[in-house]
């Protein structure tokens, strides 16, 4: 009887001891089979978009009777940092090629320039679909006084001009995506008679 006891003690320990052996193997196997996720920052934590402006008008030249053509075309990259996976921040730049003719009779008066601008911003999404924008940026424009000098050239004068956008966006939020969204201008001039709204649209890619 003392046999059999012993016997079976020893046999419970090796089982034991057995089980112990065998479930730590499992267990670092199954660690082994977990492969690292490694975040790649420029793909998880940022997203990137841009807009595009293309306009004709039909005018006259500042204060005079000479009707003329105007063209702007600009860019608008922009890129986000994700703070979290609603919440993102970034900067945006702005910039554009402004051509003009006018008639001055016999001569054409002709307009070549540049607008630019810098700005920072900080979006909120929320259902799935839609965002709220704000932005603060500064823009460097052209504008034409009316002057012409002796040389038939047309004067100009650069202006600096501060905004504060708030509005609400459009984006389906795919890899590969477009957005529209409308923003009023909380710092446009008040003796202005152009409205204080503007609107966007462009592309982004993992937003």
Not at 14 to 26: E, G, I
Not at 78 to 97: D, F, H, M, N, Q
Request: with cysteine; glycine share 8%.
């Amino acid at each position: 009887m003392k046999v059999f006891r012993i016997t079976f003690i020893l046999i419970c320990f090796f089982a034991l001891a057995h089980y112990q052996l065998h479930a730590q193997s499992t267990k670092r196997t199954i660690q082994k089979k977990k492969p690292k996720v490694e975040k790649n920052f420029w793909k998880d934590q940022m997203w990137y978009g841009g807009g595009f402006n293309l306009n004709f008008t039909s005018t006259y030249l500042t204060g005079t009777s000479y009707p003329g053509n105007l063209v702007y075309i600009g860019l608008s990259p922009l890129a986000g940092y994700k703070i979290t996976s609603w919440w993102s921040v970034g900067p945006r730049l702005e910039v554009g090629y402004i051509g003009g003719r006018f008639s001055y009779s016999p001569e054409v008066l002709k307009l070549n320039g540049f607008n630019f601008g810098f700005g920072a911003f900080t979006r909120l999404k929320f259902a799935h679909l839609l965002f709220a924008h704000i932005e603060n940026s500064t823009i460097s424009s052209l504008y034409l006084t009316g002057a012409i000098t002796p040389n038939n050239r047309l004067v100009t004068e650069r202006k600096y001009i501060n905004h504060t956008y708030l509005g609400l966006g459009y984006n389906p939020s795919s890899s590969w995506s477009y957005e529209i969204y409308l923003l009023y201008d909380f710092n446009a001039d008040k003796n202005s008679t152009a409205l204080p709204i503007q609107y966007r649209a462009g592309i982004t890619y993992n937003f």
